[in-house]
């Protein structure tokens, strides 16, 4: 009933810059909160961000002050804005919204998943 799809992953070196898009779609009756999730090779999935409708925000100790999450419910879609990047940043990263479906069905979605690699 829903799909959400990533967008702007890729690689780049350390101290530079990507920003993440993550587009829902399908039968939504509501979003209740938008974040990102990050898995790194030998780790744990872990939340990197989340944003509520309220406009609250949560970051990880790792990310604050270098990422930023904003989202537009409007448009069903999060972003994730990440500055100076290092290579511990490198993962698998995923967007998460706990949607509410025209059908009534509530529970969280995630994204396909894209790779962010920061080398040298």
């Known amino acids: 009933q829903v799909q959400l799809v990533e967008s702007g992953g890729g690689s780049v070196q350390p101290g530079g810059s990507l920003r993440l898009s993550c587009v829902a779609s399908?039968?939504?009756?509501?979003?209740?909160?938008m974040g990102w999730y990050r898995q790194a090779p030998g780790k744990q999935r872990e939340l990197v961000a989340s944003i509520l409708n309220s406009g609250y925000t949560n970051y990880a100790g790792s990310v604050k002050g270098r990422f930023t999450i904003s989202g537009d419910n409007a448009k069903n879609t999060v972003y994730l804005q990440m500055n100076s990047l290092t290579p511990e940043d490198t993962a698998v990263y995923y967007c998460?919204?706990?949607?509410?479906?025209?059908?009534?069905?509530?529970?969280?979605?995630w994204g396909q998943g894209t790779q962010v690699t920061v080398s040298s």
């Open positions: 399908g039968s939504i009756f509501s979003i209740n909160t």
């Open positions: 998460n919204m706990y949607i509410r479906t025209t059908g009534g069905y509530t529970t969280g979605y």
